[in-house]
């Protein structure tokens, strides 16, 4: 049953990730079209894009969430090992399993707050965009969810993995 379950949230988080990585790659190209399009309406035609840069801006933003979502789920991101490899196997484990139950609550703190923050932005606009502020925090929120359900993963599959040598 374990085996299954595990199964399944591998399928699941792959699944999320393929979602994550388009999202991500999308934003950035139409980003680089909008910095690309206000440089030549600046520039060129002397005609500046009013709302460009703000909107590049917001997809920097959403783009950096996605792609940092997407890296944790590959376990791509900077971490300390060489004090861990040390130790043996079943520490290692507990170790792992401790350090991604100090990342669940950090990251589940920050999506209850980052709901506050939304909330309050909501009654707030970005002014040449027409759209609420809120939209500078929402990536917060749901890719922190992401990144919970990608840690609950990482700690079921270190009860799954075999032992290091």
């Known amino acids: 049953m374990f085996q299954s379950l595990l199964r399944r949230m591998d399928r699941f988080s792959q699944v999320l990730g393929k979602i ?3 999202i991500t790659c999308s934003l ?8 690309g399009i ?20 917001l997809l920097l ?4 969430f996605f792609g940092a979502s997407f890296v944790y789920r590959d376990k791509g991101h900077i971490s300390i ?11 290692q484990r507990l170790t792992m ?10 990251l589940i703190t ?3 707050q980052s709901g506050y923050l939304i909330e309050v932005q909501w009654k707030q ?31 079921l599959s270190e009860f799954q993995l075999p032992p290091k040598q």
């Open 97 to 106: 399993v401790l350090v991604y139950s100090v990342v669940a609550i950090t």
């Open 20 to 22: 994550e990585l388009v």
């Open 61 to 64: 933003v959403w783009m950096t």
């Open 125 to 155: 606009q970005i002014v040449a965009l027409g759209i609420p502020r809120s939209f500078l925090s929402l990536p917060v929120a749901i890719t922190g969810i992401l990144m919970i359900l990608t840690t609950m993963n990482h700690i």
């Open 28 to 35: 950035l190209l139409i980003m680089v079209a909008i910095v």
């Open 81 to 91: 090992e060489f004090i861990v490899d040390r130790f043996p196997p079943a520490v």
């Open 110 to 112: 920050t999506v209850v």
């Open 38 to 57: 206000s440089v030549f309406l600046r520039y060129v035609l002397k005609s500046p894009l009013i709302a460009g840069m703000n909107f590049a801006t």
